[in-house]
T-cell receptor
């Protein structure tokens, strides 16, 4: 699986957009980009995933560069409840059909402050 | 739809003992994965089961084992517990159906070995 690089921490003001970058320069053609987050002491929560097109759902938007070597997760209006560790993962198929294996890095600690 | 249920939520065991953790996936999900989370190593993949068969295994010693039942419920077992096995153990389930392949995590079982 391709490795990802994320900043260790970021801050965001409540109500503003949070833009979390991820570098995955060695991504393969069949690998998707996934984002999960983990709020303290809870299990990770799926946010969004994409292959090469930009994606949007009720939680966030995912922008993937044309060369697919990097992506940005956008939380359009961050709230205090969005404070969490955000993980960017690349995996051969949606949801870990590389037989269930998601390779988590250290992620980005996002702190949303009032 | 009920989420992924892990039992027990908390457990304290003594070195040398063994422990069994349980995971009930979301109804209809046939893939169950297990992860270990520690402050030092982060989230690490243990193994994945699909239709009662282990399809993938992480880099853990043989003391860590698991199984899946015909109703997709899964158990993991750790024998001869060591202090370093203290961790949050997370279970995730996936449907692996077309278009619905994200992983859903339970709240985890926090194991403390003393």
């Amino acid at each position: 699986d391709a490795k990802t690089t994320q900043p260790p921490s970021m801050d965001c003001a409540e109500g503003r957009a949070a833009n979390l970058p991820c570098n995955h320069s060695t991504i393969s053609g069949n690998e998707y980009v996934y984002w999960y987050r983990q709020i303290h002491s809870q299990g990770p929560q799926y946010i969004i995933h994409g292959l090469k097109n930009n994606e949007t759902n009720e939680m966030a938007s995912l922008i993937i560069t044309e060369d697919r070597k990097s992506s940005t997760l956008i939380l359009p209006h961050a709230t205090l409840r969005d404070t969490a560790v955000y993980y960017c993962i690349v995996s051969p198929r949606a949801g870990g059909t590389s037989y269930g294996k998601l390779t988590f890095g250290q992620g980005t600690i996002l702190t949303v402050h009032p | 739809k009920a989420g992924v249920t892990q039992t027990p939520r908390y457990l304290i065991k003594t070195r040398g003992q063994q422990v069994t953790l349980s995971c009930s996936p979301i109804s209809g999900h046939r893939s169950v994965s297990w992860y270990q989370q520690t402050p030092g190593q982060g989230l690490q993949f243990l193994f994945e089961y699909f239709s009662e068969t282990q399809r993938n295994k992480g880099n853990f010693p043989g003391r860590f084992s698991g199984r899946q039942f015909s109703n997709s419920r899964s158990e993991m077992n750790v024998s001869t517990l060591e202090l370093g096995d203290s961790a949050l153990y997370l279970c995730a389930s996936s449907s692996l159906d077309r278009g619905n392949t994200e992983a859903f995590f339970g709240q985890g079982t926090r194991l403390t070995v003393v």
